[in-house]
Structures are given as C-alpha cells and as structure tokens.
C-alpha cells in the first residue's frame, strides 16, 4: 500500500534538545516537502527537496535542518535554535515539484516539556 | 511572489444549504490552483485542481470551484452541506515564479450546523 508515513505521531521535547521527525514515503516521489500547521496560519513551508543530496529552504527554516540521503526519506531535525516548536508538522511528496499533487503524511504533533 | 488570501476564517452554513469558500490569488504567471481538505485527525486531501483548462473543476464529493483571471479568485462551492464536510479547507497557488513550490492559504473552517 503506497504512502507516506511519518513517525512518531506525538513528540515531546525538552529545553535544549534537538528532535527529529521521520517521514518516508514508498511512492517514488522525486520531491518532498515539510510543512508546519499552526492555528489560524495554514501550512507554512519549512525546507523542500527536489532530489536526493538536494534541498532548499522554504518560508520558515531558521531552527530546522533536514537532509535527503535516500529518495524514499526526508527527516526533520527541530533544533534548540527553534525557540518556539510547539506546532503540527506535516510531510509531502509530489512525483516532481511541478507536479499536481501533494501526498501528506497523518502528521506530527510537536509539543514542548 | 504568488500568495493566496482565504477570505473566511469560518464559514457556518446548515445542512443541505450551499457552501461558498472564498479564495483569492496572487500570480504574475499562469498560476495552477488547488483545494485541499483535512478532516479532524485526518491528513490533507485534494479536492480539485485548476491547470489552465477549462475554468470550472469538478472536484470529489459534490464540490467544485470556478478560476476566473478577472476577478484573480478561485471560490469552491457546494450546491448542498452535508454533515460530513465540515472540516478545514485549504486553498493554494503554485506557478513558475515560485518554482512551483505550493503556497497554502490561512484555511478556512467550515461548521456544518444540522
């Protein structure tokens, strides 16, 4: 069953420390994408991909960083730079960036101690 | 830069009445234009597409949304609520000057009253 799957589905961090965020997808999308939902505000664009080895920031990168060394995965490091974390995170992936279709995973909920 | 302004932050409609969701954009280039839905707990479903064929899209579930360049607006419209299409709606943009990264409005939350 093809998809995108993102673990886990509720996270806890504590002051200081960095959490990571999976998200893999067996579709066989070139491109993927994480987003950060918060209420009133939409989907906020945090980094892309484009290809594996490649990626860009998006809108909100400061406190992030991802990294794309398989096509199939695309994880999200929240680091102790990102003062405000608390947010739902959600990970895409489209067969190309100027594809017509996204493909979303359930999302991560993101919570601080 | 593309940008899509949702005009509602709620839309409250009873059940069997019909559904306007407001969208306007923002594009210097031939834009292609989506709506997406999230139910409670659920993740993010397409519900049409515009790519620059014909104006009015059909979408899934009864619902369908107009392009129209003049007004630069992409509305989705529902002849008759249904209990079940309460939840968040999502409009976005995406074209060439944003190397077509999609763009997601603020989203709109729909109240289905019975």
């Known amino acids: 069953d093809g998809g995108i799957t993102q673990s886990p589905k509720y996270l806890f961090r504590k002051e200081g420390q960095n959490v990571t965020l999976s998200c893999e997808q067996n579709l066989n999308h070139d491109a993927m994408y994480w987003y950060r939902q918060d209420p009133g505000q939409g989907l906020r664009l945090i980094y892309y991909?484009?290809?594996?080895?490649?990626?860009q920031k998006g809108d909100i990168a400061e406190g992030y960083s991802v990294s794309r060394e398989k096509k199939e995965s695309f994880p999200l490091t929240v680091t102790s730079a990102q003062k405000n974390p608390t947010a739902f995170y959600l990970c895409a992936s489209s067969a190309q960036v100027a594809a017509e279709k996204l493909f979303f995973g359930s999302g991560t909920q993101l919570s601080v101690l | 830069a593309q940008s899509v302004t949702q005009l509602d932050s709620h839309v409250s409609v009873s059940e069997g009445t019909p559904v306007l969701l407001r969208c306007n954009y923002s594009s210097s280039y031939s834009p292609s234009l989506f709506w997406y839905v999230q139910h409670p707990n659920k993740g993010l479903q397409l519900l049409l597409k515009y790519t620059s064929a014909a104006t009015l899209v059909k979408g899934i579930n009864g619902f369908e949304a107009e392009f129209k360049k003049s007004e630069t607006s992409f509305h989705l419209t529902k002849p008759s609520a249904h209990m079940s299409d309460a939840a968040e709606y999502f409009c976005?943009?995406?074209?060439?000057?944003?190397?077509?990264?999609?763009?997601f409005g603020r989203g709109t939350s729909l109240i289905v009253h019975p």
């Open positions: 991909s484009q290809i594996v080895n490649d990626f």
């Open positions: 976005v943009v995406s074209d060439s000057g944003g190397s077509y990264i999609p763009t």
